[in-house]
């Protein structure tokens, strides 16, 4: 992770709910040594008792259950409610005072900075803390087609309606060999306001402009295919699908099959380790509070086995909170989540990718600036 500041980044539903509270108390999550990271962490977990209320991701639904589980094997007198009502409604939910920390796959927009904080101190802001790093798949359902290939162009043009057909000669021409049909392509894509969109039209529109001509958004900004609220509607509408593709969290891609992404010159198999690998060789952005660790990704990074297609997930907290005892359980409870005990969790149960030992490290020193 190099450590200069550059450009910065630009960027209640109840669903799904994630609600654990003091009867996961005697779960074991995928091995979690809480008793290291609380001790670790100079926290004394079996003397906090409180709700914590998140929102946001559904691309940390998996991680949010693995963590707050693991958090209450200590911290058995706090409960944990994370809903995946999507990035964009989880940092409303946030700035309005109706969760007490967001899980969202974009870091808060400048506009967003300038805004009011509900239960942040006077004149504080929140502020935005890497905790899950995870490879967005390109996940297809293609009659007779295993193993598929494709290039930032050729997605662009799938998803933006330039190219209709799976023998089309732009996908042909990458898959010599592979007998692809003369079908439709239906392509699925998010319908709420999705971080993992925003990371995506990221990467398109850093490798292939000419072809995906809109700027990056959380919201899918073209009139095509189907679409889906949040990662278990995408995976949910691809199962039901014909001849379909789709963007989403590794963590959400189940059976599907993913195709190979061209890096360079190289056709590169998707991996946790690629997609952190890039995160690694990004910049923090710059123009934002000390203990505001937005990632610019480098959508660009052709190293060997590098995945651009990455999204870097935060926690959003108040730099210093209204409430001094919601501040305390926000700051236990992120800092577990940073700790290696529970990065390796769910590294386990969702595919990610743990933190960096240099970004664990910054992370937890943002985390314990909390106030």
């Known amino acids: 992770m190099n ?12 669903a799904g709910a994630v609600v654990l509270s003091s009867c996961a108390a005697n779960e074991d999550t995928a091995g979690s040594d809480t008793s290291s990271s609380a001790a670790s962490s100079g926290v004394d977990y079996s003397k906090l008792s409180g709700t914590l209320t998140g929102s946001g991701s559904s691309a940390q639904q998996t991680a949010e ?4 589980a693991g958090f209450q094997e200590q911290a058995s007198g706090v409960t944990v409610n994370y809903t995946p009502d999507g990035s964009g409604a989880g940092r409303e939910n946030f700035m309005s005072g109706a969760a007490d920390f ?19 101190a006077a004149d504080a802001k929140g502020i935005d803390i890497p905790v899950y790093i995870s490879p967005i798949a390109i996940a297809y359902k293609v009659d007779g087609v295993s193993d598929l290939t494709l290039d930032a162009k ?12 799976w023998n089309d000669d732009e996908i042909a021409a990458l898959n010599d060999g592979v007998d692809l049909p003369d079908s439709n392509i239906t392509v699925v894509h998010r319908s709420d306001d999705s971080g993992t969109t925003q990371n995506f039209s990221e990467y398109v529109a850093a490798n292939a402009p000419d072809v ?15 679409s889906a609220k949040g990662t278990s509607g995408v995976a949910s509408a691809m199962q039901g699908a014909s001849n379909a593709i789709t963007y989403i969290d590794d963590s959400g891609a189940g059976d599907l099959d993913k195709a190979k992404l061209m890096v360079g010159d190289k056709a590169t198999e998707l991996s946790a380790e690629g997609a952190a690998q890039v995160v690694a060789d990004s910049d923090v952005a710059s123009g934002r509070e000390e203990n505001d660790l937005a990632i ?20 959003i907290a108040c730099q210093e909170y209204e409430d001094k005892d919601k501040a305390d359980l926000v700051k236990a409870y ?21 933190l960096s030992s240099e970004l664990s490290e910054k992370a937890a020193a943002a985390v314990e600036s909390i106030k």
């Open 102 to 120: 967001a899980g969202s796959d974009a870091a808060l927009k400048e506009e967003e900075l300038s805004g009011e904080f509900e239960n942040c």
């Open 334 to 354: 992120l800092g577990y989540v940073v700790s290696e005990d529970a990065q390796k969790a769910a590294a386990t149960e969702a595919k990610s990718a743990a």
């Open 296 to 315: 610019d990704i480098d959508r660009k990074d052709t190293a060997d086995g590098a995945w651009p297609l990455v999204l870097v997930s935060y926690a």
């Open 65 to 68: 259950a693995t963590w707050a």
């Open 212 to 226: 995906w001509t809109e700027e990056p958004s959380q919201t899918f900004p073209f009139q095509v295919g189907d």
């Open 154 to 165: 050729s997605i662009a043009g799938i998803f933006s309606g330039k190219i209709t057909k």
């Open 3 to 14: 450590i200069k500041r550059i450009g910065s980044v630009a960027a209640i539903a109840i």
